[in-house]
Nanobody, 125 residues
């Protein structure tokens, strides 16, 4: 059974940093790209923010992040990470990691996307 479990969310002050983790199980972790999405409101669409290739060599970020976030992965531990720096109020959201196919290289959900349950990040002034 495919599972993705995020952790590391919580409250943080504006300007601070937070690191999220995503542990995958039930599939061959090093053969899939891992994407990070967020949903900023109950009725908002999930927006893609970062993507890392199966081997970890290639990374892609949403332009609006302006270099504040860093995505990485440790395939030996079947874990992906999202380091978020200089957090702003607008970064408040539920953050999701997702498994996408190795051929998928866009910050949008694929048909065959598996989602984690999400972790809440709340940035306060």
């Amino acid at each position: 059974q495919v599972q993705l479990v995020e952790s590391g969310g919580g409250p943080v002050q504006a300007g601070g940093s937070l690191g999220l983790s995503c542990i995958g199980s039930g599939f061959k972790f090093n053969t899939y790209n891992i994407a990070w999405f967020r949903r900023r409101g109950t009725h908002s669409e999930r927006e893609g923010i970062a993507l890392i290739s199966a081997g970890g060599a290639a990374k892609k970020y949403a332009d609006f992040l302006e270099g504040r976030f860093i995505v990485s992965r440790d395939n030996a531990k079947a874990t992906a990470h999202l380091q978020m720096n200089n957090l702003q109020l607008a970064d408040t959201a539920i953050y999701y990691c997702a498994r996408v196919p190795a051929h998928w290289w866009t910050l949008a959900p694929a048909d065959e996307t598996y989602w984690g349950q999400g972790t809440q990040v709340t940035v306060s002034a």
